[in-house]
């Protein structure tokens, strides 16, 4: 394991049914590491909270040595209140007196004296509402978490919780803070993570990712000259080596290439002839430049959500996936492109090792991604382990496309938003994102008795209709367990 040793987390995590008990919680303070950690938290996620007094006690909950009882008193009160609250709202949103809404169910509250970490909420067996199936599905454990998280996290939000103009005032309120925070002399990258972390406004997001990649520097009088100097060796790169993509040495790679970019979604935007054009030129000159791993299938995946965040500055489609690329200038183009394939060779830098010969990152990852089902969810493991059905059957492709193949175009852009900025978001966090993907569909996992039926089942997830909403939940999800696992390996090891 690479995780870094340290004292296992004394919170517990609201998900529903328990673990294994840990040990009784020190009365010293905790280190301040830990702290400093929840705070960060908290801070990321303070404004899925309505604004009141829950804040105040949050806030007050970090400050302190976190304390179990202390937290989970807090964490109670607050979804407590959110459950009046939404039962108020739907009062005043009932159509008349003949329909009576449905009261509101308390979450089940956790006797304060039990200090246990805690599994999935959907091992207490709660069944979810039946209606809507065919719409985005939150996830079972919700329970754990109030719906109006997904508005901080996401950016949107269900239009039951939130009206459309307090959603319009959230959003703008973000967005100044963007604004506020990328227009001083010198941005405060550390700052920009955290608030980056719930989701990057649509009109910053390509100024932010090119900083939260360390494509560009945080001087802004810098900046012109970089994008200048870097744009201008990229087409150096293309120059001095594009035309040996027919050469005898090269052209296995160029053909595979070729051969891969029609296979790629959004299809109305990839097989516009500039657009392959520029994948093509993209992925041969990282592959030429990085003999270690060369060209790999799966790396044509990462080249779209740059793209399309790029290009978003210079259309007027809201969807980009429809946008007409001949319409876009010449020189705006190559700007863009040249920015894309900066920003995803700083991408595969972190996980270069998942494409060199036997992809070892991806053989570790999926090896650890069973080890953590197996703590946290050990019926869903031995579940697939009595089928047959194997990690890397199903999580290979999770690893080697980031999920890509799995989520719409519109949720991998903003799960990269949180994977930007985490530390080693695209190797480290992916695990435990993909960790709360596989628990997710617990219910139809467990419902499946036949290895075809399993491995058809994990291979085409029911996706198409998520949006921001479920990603910022599953994000939230990812970061319990990382929170519970990640520096308590004797947690995370049995």
Known sequence: MCMAPSTPPSTRLLHGTLLKAAPKAPTTPVKAKRISTFQEFESNTSDAWDAGEDDDGLLAMAAESLNTDVVMETANR???????????????????????PEPVAEPPLVPSGDLRLVKSVSESHTSCPAEGASDTVPLQRSQSLPHSVTVAMGGTSDPSALSSSALSEREASRLDKFKQLLAGPNTDLEELRKLSWSGIPKPVRPITWKLLSGYLPANVDRRPATLQRKQKEYFAFIEHYYDSR????????????????????????????????????????????????????GINDLVTPFFVVFMCEHIEEEDVDAADVSRVPADV??????????????????????????????QMKVKMLEELVSRIDDQVHRHLDQHEVRYLQFAFRWMNNLLMREVPLRCTIRLWDTYQSEPDGFSHFHLYVCAAFLVRWRKEILEERDFQELLLFLQNLPTAHWGNEDISLLLAEAYRLKFAFADAPNHYKK
């Open 246 to 297: 027919n050469d005898d040495v090269h052209q296995d790679t160029y053909r595979q290439i070729h051969i891969d970019i029609p296979r790629m979604s959004p299809e109305a935007l990839i097989l516009q002839p500039k657009v392959t054009e520029i994948f093509e030129r993209i992925l041969f000159i990282w592959a030429i430049r990085h003999p270690a791993s060369g060209y790999v299938q």
């Open 333 to 362: 183009l190559r700007n863009v492109e040249a920015d894309t394939y900066w920003c995803m060779s700083k991408l595969l830098d972190g996980i270069q090792d998942n494409y060199t010969f036997a992809q070892p990152g991806i």
């Open 78 to 100: 607050v979804l407590r209140n959110h459950s009046q609250r939404q039962e108020r709202h739907k009062l005043q949103e009932a159509p008349g007196p003949e329909q009576k």
